[in-house]
């Protein structure tokens, strides 16, 4: 989990730069959390939903790039179902199918009385190439 830990804190640095923090790694599956900041929030005082999509965007690239083959969003779509206002939003993607092109993950995004704040859905084209970490 180290290597893939290090390869995404250098190579996504826009995740970085929001302060997302990479909990756990495993092949299809991925969690972080991001604890909410004043630069997170929009005119209503509550997380920016783009806040909140980028959390999930980047559990959805870990797990979708978590066996080692280079993985392109294609699809994804966000339902936000309740407006956190402060504390720690957690983000858990799980694969949910995967074939030799295609791979489709959902991703649930809570705070931290573990009330859903939203739903993403992502599929992924399957790249020839592959990335240079290992999980295990």
């Keep these: ?69 280079l993985a392109m969003g294609i699809n994804t779509s966000i339902s936000f179902v309740k407006a956190p206002l402060s504390g720690i939003l957690y983000a858990e993607a799980k694969e949910q199918s995967r074939n030799s092109k295609l791979a489709s993950y959902s991703v649930t995004i809570t705070d931290e009385s573990g009330d859903v704040v939203a739903i993403f859905q992502g599929m992924v084209y399957l790249k020839k190439e592959s990335l240079e970490f290992n999980i295990n």
């Design 1 to 69: 989990m180290e290597s893939i830990k290090r390869f995404f804190s250098t190579e996504d640095i826009f995740a970085q730069h929001t302060g997302i923090e990479l909990q756990d790694v495993q092949l299809g599956c991925a969690k972080a959390k991001m604890k909410i900041e004043p630069f997170h929030l929009n005119g209503a005082k509550t997380v920016h939903g783009g806040a909140i999509f980028t959390l999930a965007d980047f559990v959805f690239a870990v797990a979708s790039n978590s066996h080692g083959k």
